[in-house]
């Protein structure tokens, strides 16, 4: 009797998130144990494998050098709120930014890369992969899935992406071998806003950061059978970083509506700040849930009945 497949949810983070050094000396990443463990009560019966991917802390060592760096400007101490700017923002911000770098992206990758060969070196024929991404997450998943600007054999970090993009079903140059990927979960995710790339690139001679033409060759490969991938977009009100990708998608890929069955889902969150922000939601005092509601997807019921519901519909 053949063995039940697996079905492999795979998380990328966003930026400013840490694990402890324990967790990072062993390897456990625990960011996204409170949503896989809701999807999995949701899914009894199904075998899950959880494959949680960490890559914030490669720019540590870049943020720890360039802090002093404003910490004793002269005009430093004149500033207000200094400990957030020089922890939480610049953590945040620095995350992204660094990424972008070829330096610190390529570090990311070939972090990811094995990563994500120690969990899916294992996979058989008929196992599936999902992915779960939240905030800028997805800019790094999608820009190690089909961004051109790691085709230079030069860069540190193509080999790495060569075995990433190799063992996903579809993704070019190698699109008959890999895991099938069987579904997509954006969680306020900034994709929106990084396709304008794209739509730089249409008009010019091309950006080495447009994801279309390798986003639009995958889908095609994926849905041969007629089939749709399924696409949710989570997107708390109050969150300001995550935009509605239901219109933005379609859009980047030649006939996206044959390929993509997506959807923007709104949901809510908890707790007092999101209490005292609902009143003055039209107002920019909103804000003050602002950090609330981004991270609000990780321990989100209804987003972890969603993915399940998703999961547990797609076809083998």
């Known amino acids: 009797m053949p063995s039940q497949p697996t079905d492999y949810i795979l998380f990328v983070h966003g930026v400013s998130v840490r694990e402890s050094a324990a967790n990072e000396r062993q390897k456990s990443y625990r960011y996204a144990d409170r949503l896989f463990n809701l999807i999995q009560a949701e899914l009894p019966s199904c075998k899950l494998q959880k494959v949680p991917l ?3 802390n490669v720019s540590d060592e870049v943020l720890e050098e360039f802090r002093p760096w ?5 005009a430093w101490k004149n500033f207000w709120f200094k400990d957030f700017r020089s922890q939480q923002l610049m953590q945040f911000i620095g995350d992204a930014a660094l990424y972008i770098s070829r330096h610190v992206g390529s570090e990311a990758v070939m972090q990811l890369q094995e990563q994500a060969f120690e969990c899916l070196q294992g996979y058989q024929p008929k196992d599936r992969l999902h992915l779960v991404t939240h905030s800028w997450g997805t800019v790094v998943l999608f820009d190690m899935l089909f961004a051109s600007r790691w085709d230079n054999p030069e860069i540190s970090g193509h080999k790495s992406i060569e075995k990433i993009r190799r063992n996903i079903f579809g993704v070019p140059p190698n699109s008959p071998d890999g895991i099938r990927l069987a579904s997509i979960h954006t969680m306020g995710s900034p994709i929106a806003l990084f396709s304008l790339i794209t739509m730089v690139g249409r008009t010019n001679a091309g950006s080495s950061h447009d994801i279309s033409p390798r986003l639009e060759q995958l889908l095609k490969n994926v849905c041969q059978d007629g089939s749709k991938l399924p696409w949710r977009n989570f997107i708390h ?39 005292l922000a609902k009143p003055v939601k039209s107002t920019f005092l909103a804000l003050i849930n602002g950090g609330n509601a981004h991270g609000s ?4 019921p209804e987003v972890a009945r969603t993915i399940a519901r998703t999961i547990s519909q797609a076809t083998y």
């Open 54 to 56: 960490y890559w914030a």
């Open 70 to 74: 404003i910490n004793k400007a002269p």
């Open 237 to 275: 009100p109050g969150d300001p970083i995550g935009l509605p990708l239901e219109e933005v998608i379609p859009k980047l890929v030649d006939r996206g509506e044959q390929y993509i069955d997506i959807a923007d889902i709104l949901t809510s969150g908890s707790g007092l700040l999101e209490l």
């Open 297 to 300: 997807y990780w321990e989100n």
